[in-house]
């Protein structure tokens, strides 16, 4: 059964950082390209970052790029979503998702992606 599951949500100061993690069973880690995505309220999700594990490749949003760091660790089989210099803005429900097939790069578009974990909220306080 594949799962996804976040963790390292919080409230936080505008300036501040955070470090998501997503922990991943189920599949072949390497094989899949894992991505994060946001929802605040009222809004629709979208893309912040994505990598694929087997050759390290990384995409990033125009609006987190510089501030957000993804990453993974294969022996532990868990992404990372190092934040930092946060705004009010990015203040959401985050969650990381696996893409659809294996072996194939994907952007952090959320329909190319089909098992997701169950959010972790952020807040940043201004």
């Known amino acids: 059964e594949v799962q996804l599951v976040e963790s390292g949500g919080g409230l936080v100061q505008a300036g501040g950082s955070l470090r998501l993690s997503c922990a991943a069973s189920?599949?072949?880690?390497?094989?899949?390209?894992i991505g994060w995505f946001r929802q605040a309220p009222g809004k629709e999700r979208e893309g912040v970052s994505c990598i694929s594990s087997s050759d390290g490749r990384t995409e990033y949003a125009d609006s987190v790029k510089g501030r957000f760091t993804i990453s993974s660790d294969s022996a532990k089989r868990t992404v990372y979503l190092q934040m930092s210099s946060l705004k009010p803005e990015d203040s959401a429900i985050y969650y990381c998702a696996r893409a659809r097939l294996r072996r194939r790069w994907y952007r952090p578009t959320p329909w190319d992606y089909d098992y997701w974990g169950q959010g972790t909220q952020v807040t940043v306080s201004s």
């Open positions: 189920g599949f072949i880690f390497d094989d899949y390209v």
